[in-house]
């Protein structure tokens, strides 16, 4: 009924012709579904109530293809066929989600059956959603949306936005809804017990929590606020370079730290793969820590860090860009009443003000940060850093430091979620470590060390497995296993669920 809605506000010939190919997809659609309830042995069962989810996602795409969204009239009252071609977009907008996600599951769920096993009961199911023809199906919904938008206005386009978002929402919650007939390890609270147990999040910070690294931001507010070359310095005033050598300076120490660096990689890293052994990377990073307190020394006898005033730090730290979903997914840790947790930010970063002003504009204070901080003479800094955690050893004998000073006898369970080789031993030595982003230098040092990089959503479903089978489902680390999420809306998802 939403396609029939859709095609009938459409005004485009080919937009009806798409239209109506994807109604008899949705029909074909619906026979596999009724052959699978006669192959379950279900056609004779008393018809089951419709839960309030479905339902309530069953209402939304009625309401949308009926017209019945903010400031639109319904199909009735359309008088122009602008007016109908929105309510088509509208329509799409709010069918799309359904077909791209179920196109989704179909080729993840895919890549996880085993081809030997014949007689999964859900193969057919699988088939048919990984299947060309149905991700063919799912392009051209969206083909078809983008088209049908062409016209809108960026108003209108926030609504398909806005629609989209909603109807994924309720996806989600009708899948969240189905009863489940066996345990399952996610979310990784279900068992939580705050008498007991002691939840324990560590984090990096920049370019796992930030869109964009620390230190340029930090040369970025010196450089602009830096006097110019023909400008008076006043007596009293910290001495600084102009604004100009600023940039000419930190031009070249960024050049040369990228050069080096990746020089500094080179020199420890196996040519051949080699088996995992923790003792033996903790020792071939011991290089790399060198090489970072010696670029932080050049950074410090530079000056370029001089001058800079801590409410500029404060205010560039409250309009830095974070990843999408770290606010919310550290906001749910910290505010939970019925989590037993905290949450640890370990960071290169030279000035934790920076940070701590980053998470304040999401009201997270409560966030416990262990990061190099800068030295300030009345509000001004001095260009020296108190240099607190400058290398991969450095973070991982904090992330040792809190675990021994945590005073309680509950269980601790520690995930740590980073990006960088600087991360590595902190992301091996927790209980779960999970890799955010795609940073090449620490998965080409990780797999030559002997260290594996597990997608999470298959690594989950094979500890799932061991786990039904009766193999533990404990979670410790030094295995050697990191997991790979694409976001940190697995990462929420994992963790606390939907």
Known sequence: MRYELAEECADDDDAKVAISLLRNDVRE????????????????????????????????????????????????????????????????????????????????????????????????????????????????TEELLDKLSVSLTGEELDI????????????????????????????????????????????????TCTVVDSSAILAEIAIVTAPKSDQH??????????????????????????????????SFVPTEKVLFDYKNLHKALEKLSDFEKKANNRVTKSGVLKGLNIEDIKRAGER?????????????????????ANVHVLSYCWC???????????????????????????????????????????????????????????K??????GDSVGDILCLLEADIGIVIGSSSSLRRVGTQFGVSFVPLFPGLVKKQKEFIEGRSSNWKGLTGILYTASSWAEIHAFILGY
Not at 160 to 182: G, P, R, T
Not at 249 to 255: D, E
Not at 412 to 417: D, H
Request: aromatic letters at 10%.
């Open 29 to 140: 659609e619906l026979k596999m579904h009724d052959s699978f309830v006669k192959e379950w042995g279900l056609h004779g069962a008393k018809k089951a109530a419709i839960n309030s989810a479905a339902e309530k996602y069953i209402d939304f795409l009625l309401a949308t293809a009926s017209g019945k969204v903010e400031g639109v009239k319904g199909p009735g009252k359309l008088a122009t066929p602008f007016e109908k071609t929105k309510v088509a977009a509208y329509t799409l907008g709010a069918m799309t989600p359904c077909m791209r996600l179920y196109a989704f599951l179909g080729k993840e769920f895919k890549a996880l059956l085993d081809p030997n096993e014949g007689s999964h009961p859900y193969k057919k199911w699988i088939d048919n959603y990984s299947s060309e023809s149905f991700q063919a199906s799912a392009a051209q």
């Open 160 to 207: 398909i936005e806005k629609l989209y978002h909603q109807a994924m929402k309720l996806e989600i919650e009708f899948f969240s809804a189905q009863s489940l007939v066996q345990p399952t390890i996610v979310p990784l609270i279900k068992e939580h017990n705050p008498a007991k147990d002691h939840l324990m999040i560590f984090s990096d910070f920049d370019l």
């Open 233 to 266: 310095q006043s007596e009293n005033q910290i001495a600084r370079m102009s604004s100009a050598d600023l940039r000419n300076t930190w031009g070249l120490l960024s050049r040369q730290y990228t050069e080096e660096y990746e020089q500094c990689i080179e």
């Open 320 to 340: 830095l860009i974070l990843q999408d979903g770290c606010i919310n997914f550290f906001q749910k840790i910290v505010k939970s009443e019925n989590l037993n």
């Open 352 to 410: 934790g003000d920076l940070i701590r002003s980053a998470f304040s504009s999401g009201d997270l204070h409560e966030l416990n940060v262990h990061a190099n901080e800068f030295t300030f003479e009345e509000s001004i800094s001095t260009g020296d850093i108190v240099k607190k955690v400058e290398s991969p050893i450095d973070k991982v004998q904090s992330f040792k430091d809190i675990l021994k000073n945590c005073c309680d006898d509950r």
């Open 412 to 417: 601790n369970l520690t995930v740590y979620i």
